[in-house]
């Protein structure tokens, strides 16, 4: 029992870190719409996950969907962040070369 959950812990690390490297990666390319990809297969994901709320009595249970489509988007929010960051850093850079073609 003890090797099946260390085995399980370093495989979820290894597909969190193989992840947040290919996000990365994906987003510093010159083109935008690569580093977008990640984000929206989790958003669908999520959509998915709140797609199988389903109706119990004669109530709607909002909450449970609220919350399936709440923290199901979680790793949406942090892949968005990586890509942000990595655009702005991009952008500056431009930036930067443009002002020292100027000065030239």
């Not at 923290?71 to 702005?88: D, H, K, M, Q, W």
Request: charged content about 20%; hydrophobic content about 55%; glycine content about 10%.
């Amino acid at each position: 029992m003890l090797i099946a959950t260390i085995v399980m812990w370093v495989v979820l690390l290894v597909f969190v870190v193989g992840g947040t490297a290919l996000q990365i990666f994906l987003s510093r390319r010159e083109k935008r719409w690569p580093g977008l990809l990640l984000p929206g297969v989790t958003f669908l994901y999520a959509a998915a996950m709140a797609c199988n709320v389903g109706r119990v009595g004669e109530t709607f249970p909002w909450g449970a969907l609220l919350g399936a489509f709440g923290l199901g988007n979680i790793p949406t929010v942090i892949l968005l962040a990586i890509y942000f960051s990595c655009r702005e850093k991009r952008r500056k850079r431009s930036e930067l070369d443009k002002m020292q073609i100027d000065d030239l």
